[in-house]
T-cell receptor
Framework: ETGVTQTPRHLVMGMTNKKSLKCEQH?????MYWYKQSAKKPLELMFV???????ENNSVPSRFSPECPNSSHLFLHLHTLQPEDSALYLC?????????????FGPGTRLTVL | GDSVTQMEGPVTLSEEAFLTINCTYT??????LFWYVQYPGEGLQLLLK?????DKGSNKGFEATYRKETTSFHLEKGSVQVSDSAVYFC???????FGTGTSLTVIP
């Protein structure tokens, strides 16, 4: 595997379910990110991890819970979601948390909340 | 606060037509500016970037110039191809602000 991978690629869940999204980067980077992509809205930065420490949390509801066990893996734990949480969730990585550095994105997980 | 504004799409062009996608920004300081492209079913990938005023980023025939005086970073290509069909995002480097994306479809 190369680059940034995300699993699953598609997920359908009910509002009472608990699920997790997984991201893995094979680039040797030390910063990882979660974004939410909704139609006709700007890409929303959700969380930033640098050196496995969460350094940014952009007022994301607590029903989204990130986890970064090491510099190569990032999870997004989901519970009691709402239909408006349906979106494409993108993971990205970069070398360092320097905001001028290029980010490398995974293909995303298409989430549908019923 | 910092923000990025992109022209709304979708944009549909014939092959070999000239492309411009407008992007303007509001920012404190002088952040790096980026254009990312998202092909169907894929994540975003960097297309080009500029790190300071008057810099021109270029890649795959696309160009954009960092204009401090007009706070703009418009994307241009002289002759588009069908393979350029994708969604294009303008982004600020200082706070990871992205625009809404502009969908481009090129028809043969």
């Amino acid at each position: 595997e190369t680059g940034v991978t995300q699993t699953p690629r598609h997920l359908v869940m009910g509002m009472t379910n608990k699920k997790s999204l997984k991201c893995e980067q094979h680039l040797g980077h030390n910063a990882m990110y979660w974004y939410k992509q909704s139609a006709k809205k700007p890409l929303e930065l959700m969380f930033v991890y640098s050196l496995e420490e969460r350094v940014e949390n952009n007022s994301v509801p607590s029903r989204f819970s990130p986890e970064c066990p090491n510099s190569s893996h990032l999870f997004l734990h989901l519970h009691t979601l709402q239909p408006e949480d349906s979106a494409l969730y993108l993971c990205a990585s970069s070398q360092g948390g320097n905001r001028a550095n290029e980010q490398f994105f995974g293909p995303g997980t298409r989430l549908t909340v019923l | 606060g910092d923000s990025v504004t992109q022209m709304e799409g979708p944009v549909t062009l014939s092959e070999e037509a000239f492309l411009t996608i407008n992007c303007t920004y509001t920012a404190t300081g002088y952040p790096s500016l980026f254009w990312y492209v998202q092909y169907p079913g894929e994540g975003l990938q960097l297309l080009l970037k500029a790190t300071k005023a008057d810099d021109k980023g270029s890649n795959k025939g696309f160009e954009a110039t960092y204009r401090k005086e007009t706070t703009s970073f418009h994307l241009e290509k002289g002759s588009v191809q069908v393979s350029d069909s994708a969604v294009y995002f303008c982004a600020l480097g200082n706070q990871f602000y992205f625009g809404t994306g502009t969908s481009l479809t090129v028809i043969p």
